[in-house]
């Protein structure tokens, strides 16, 4: 089993926060978005009493800047594949298991994209990743990260975009063909997390806009696995976190605690692999 | 009619059977992996082996440091026959020694690694981590 956490931290130093996490919840692989800690801060905090080690997985040529990955495996295992400045995409071969495909990503903001750029940038986002998996031969494809969009929005949900559906049952129809083309699926899990039918926070990100629509909470910070993957993923083994394991992440409201640690709240997920 | 395998192998080479050897690729990991803990994965080290020509093996000690872009540095290199594991050659800055034993590689390599030159070389490249 491998445990994968993901966090937009906002460039706040939460290295000790991270620690707590990745000590009580046993993480393995951490993936860290809009971070500013350096790797030296980071590897000093973490392996403070880790055993083994965490190591700082560099990419191939330092060029995704959004993203930074540490893990309990050593760099060896995690081959560079495709790297720019928003994405990165690395092939995990550990010893004595099949490989996977690791992308993590940090999309474009609402902040400064309409939601036809970030459309529009998805299929982009969607190409590369067929066109990696063309390249390594297989689909066995995890893809995190911070969206800025959420589930149901067309980015994620298009044929041509990321194709993410809500049920491992539709996804586990491998693909779709749209005008003679065939789209393959990504499991969306993160639907399950919306709103208060499920335990925890309605999402990982709130946001009360000013205008007349208004969500409140947003899953942003999502996971999405493809069908060939999916054997190895139980619904049971993702959690949005509200506490580091000591501490709290959430206000006494039940909103991310941004002044604490961060507005988004971490992703944590297994993989039986 | 049931047939049965002729085995001539001798079972001393079967997997679960062979003694352990420690051999100075062996010992150069351990090594590597002590430096890790020592600096907290700050400054790692691997070691890498290519075929050297002429039945021969190279294998460099290289220290890395992964938050300076994977930067890596050859502190020094070992050559021995691909089958006979002594003499091996240790190369360290332009100095060379020459050990014929377990016991007198790992008293080269325990100077090499104590040197003030691999003591530098760590140090400034942990300095440049942190920076």
Redo the contacts between chains.
């Keep these: 089993m491998v445990t994968f956490l993901f966090w937009n931290i906002k460039a706040k130093p939460l290295e000790n926060r991270i620690r707590r996490i990745v000590v009580n919840y046993e993480v393995d692989v951490l993936i860290l978005a809009e971070s500013e800690i350096?790797?030296?801060q980071m590897?000093?905090t973490l392996?403070q009493q880790a055993d083994p080690?965490?190591?700082?997985?560099?990419d191939r040529?330092?060029e995704c800047e959004k993203i930074a990955i540490y893990s309990k495996f050593?760099?060896?295992y995690f081959i560079s594949q495709y790297e720019s400045n928003r994405l990165t995409m690395r092939r995990l071969k550990l010893p004595g298991i099949d490989e996977l495909l690791l992308a993590a990503t940090h999309f474009p903001s609402k902040l400064w994209w309409e939601g036809d750029d970030q459309f529009a940038e998805s299929i982009v986002l969607a190409q590369t990743i067929r066109q990696i998996e063309e390249e390594v031969g297989h689909t066995r494809t995890i893809l995190v990260g911070d969206f800025n969009m959420n589930p149901f929005e067309k980015g994620v949900v298009a044929a041509n975009g990321l194709h993410g559906v809500m049920t491992r049952k539709v996804a586990q129809n491998q693909s779709r063909r749209v005008e003679q083309k065939e789209y393959s699926f990504f499991y969306n899990p993160m639907w399950g997390f919306f709103g208060d039918g499920s335990e925890g926070p309605a999402g990982t990100y709130y946001y009360r806009h000013s205008g007349h629509v208004s969500y409140f909470w947003n899953i942003f910070d999502q996971v999405l696995i493809r069908p060939d993957l999916l054997p190895s993923f139980r619904n049971s083994d993702l959690a949005v976190l509200t506490d580091d394991g000591d501490e709290s992440l959430l206000t006494s409201h039940g909103l991310p605690d941004v002044a604490g640690a961060s507005d988004h709240l971490p992703l944590l997920f297994k993989l039986d692999i | 009619m049931e047939t049965t395998t002729l085995d001539l192998w001798p079972t001393s080479i079967d997997i679960d059977k062979l003694p352990d050897i420690t051999t100075p690729i062996s010992i150069l990991k351990e090594q590597a992996s002590l430096l890790?803990?020592k600096t907290?994965?700050?400054v790692?080290a691997?070691v890498k082996s290519t075929d050297a020509g002429n039945g021969r093996i190279s294998v460099s000690f290289n220290l890395?440091a992964?938050?300076l872009?994977?930067y890596r540095y050859q502190l020094f290199q070992i050559t021995h026959h691909g089958i006979e594991l002594y003499p091996v050659g240790l190369s360290f800055s332009n100095r060379s020694y020459t050990a014929n034993s377990p016991e007198q590689f790992i008293e080269h390599l325990k100077k090499i690694l104590a040197d003030e030159k691999t003591k530098s070389v760590i140090q400034s490249l942990?300095a440049q981590?942190?920076s």
């Excluded at chain 1, 080690?53 to 560099?58: P, S």
């Design positions: 350096t790797p030296y590897l000093v392996n080690m965490f190591h700082h997985i560099q040529i330092g050593q760099n060896e | 890790g803990q907290k994965n700050i790692e691997e890395v992964p938050a872009n994977k942990i981590s942190r």
